[in-house]
């Protein structure tokens, strides 16, 4: 099976279709939005009523807390409901003020209200984000 370097893991995976997307993720955050390497993390592990949960990518603010949750799937994978479901239920425990989540071809970025209620649509990363 073919491989992929994941920096974050800082080790080659599996090549999937996924994991080709995360990768991009990572690579336009680092390149693009100026976030370091060292305040990402791939395949977070989180426990949620006590089943366990893997967040694609985290992203962390300056204080170390978590800022962008990113959830990845494969080219093709539709982007409905079912996967709006798992976000918001990760969120209940990363408590995040941003989500992204993308299939490669489309992406959608939400922002937290400001009232912590839920979550918003948002058109692109806010101006001078990481650092938020």
């Not at 990768?23 to 366990?52: D, P």
């Not at 994978?77 to 969120?91: C, F, I, K, S």
Request: hydrophobic share 35%; aromatic share 8%.
């Amino acid at each position: 099976m073919d491989e992929i370097y994941d920096p974050l893991r800082r080790k080659n995976v599996a090549c999937t279709p996924e994991e080709v997307v995360r990768q991009q993720v990572i690579h336009w955050l680092h390149e693009r939005c100026g976030v370091s390497l060292a305040r990402m993390t791939s395949e977070y592990g989180f426990q949620y009523n006590r089943r366990r949960y893997r967040a694609d990518v985290l992203v962390f603010d300056r204080a170390l807390q978590p800022l962008l949750l990113v959830e990845c799937k494969a080219p093709g994978v539709p982007l409905g409901d079912a996967l709006v479901e798992q976000v918001l239920r990760y969120t209940r425990v990363l408590q995040v003020r941003y989500v992204l989540v993308t299939n490669g071809a489309t992406t959608h970025i939400l922002q937290r209200r400001p009232d912590g209620s839920g979550f918003d649509p948002c058109q692109a990363i806010p101006e001078g984000w990481p650092d938020v």
